[in-house]
């Protein structure tokens, strides 16, 4: 007897995620810009809300559009991009000797957009990472609110990189940790250590000392893979 599923040939809401995909991009809407209502939405492409409700959680999940209860839906930083996370892939933590591969990816990328990024962040982007070190300065004890602070920050550098290929590619590999694993690793990194590094990198990139600021970002990232050697459980 045959016990496989057959596949399934792509959903409606499949179709329809891509069709509200190319109606954000069509009409040029910007990340953080507000999209009509779900009942409008559905009207203007002619489907039934359980459709359209599918369909939004799907682009929901790879962070094209942003839902905000009681408030509406919003485009999401992700909505013009050339690769996509894989929502299967990141439901479940990866074993460590995906991880350490991980690691090993951003080091050999990490570096390349610093190098890129300190002749072309500008005053308003160092304003911006500033304000993030100070937030994260008074959250010493709160390693997610740090990790959050800090995810902030690096995310100025690889956009003033202006390579969008390596940019992408390395949010893709960052989106594949989960908060489980994410938890784990910030749980291990000592708060106050890590504020310095970053201090320090803020001061390298500022004074546009090019080897500094890529020592330190390898600096941490050797240091991340340290605690996943340490305290991760071998694969099994």
């Known amino acids: 007897m045959n016990d496989i599923t057959p596949i ?7 179709h329809l995620a891509e069709e509200i995909r190319e109606f954000i991009l069509r009409n040029n809407y910007k ?34 559009i942003k839902v905000k209860h009681g408030s509406g839906i919003y485009v999401g930083r992700y909505i013009n991009t050339l690769f996509l996370p894989n929502p299967l892939t990141t439901s479940k933590p990866l074993p460590k000797s995906k991880l350490l591969e991980l690691i090993d990816a ?10 890129l990024a300190i002749d072309k962040l500008t005053d ?4 911006v990472m500033k304000n993030l070190l100070n937030d994260a ?20 550098i690889r956009k003033s990189a202006k390579n969008i290929i390596l940019h992408e590619i390395v949010r893709v590999i960052t989106n594949l940790y989960t908060d489980e694993q994410i938890n784990l690793i910030n749980k291990h990194m000592s708060c106050q250590e890590d504020y310095q590094l970053h201090s320090d990198l803020y001061d390298a990139l500022r004074q546009k000392d090019k080897v500094k600021a890529i020592e330190l970002m390898e600096t ?7 605690i996943i ?8």
């Open 31 to 64: 990340q953080g810009d507000r999209l009509p209502s779900t009942a409008d939405l559905a009207k203007l492409f002619g489907v039934g809300l359980p459709t359209l409700r599918e369909a939004i959680m799907k682009l929901e999940t790879i962070g094209c």
């Open 8 to 14: 399934n040939k792509r959903s409606l809401a499949d």
């Open 137 to 156: 300065r008074q959250h010493l004890d709160n390693f997610n609110e740090c990790g959050l602070d800090y995810l902030e920050f690096h995310y100025e």
């Open 124 to 127: 308003k982007q160092f304003k």
């Open 220 to 226: 941490r990232l050797k240091r991340i893979r340290d």
């Open 229 to 236: 050697i340490e305290h991760f459980p071998d694969d099994g």
């Open 106 to 115: 951003r080091l050999a990328m990490e570096g390349m957009l610093v190098s």
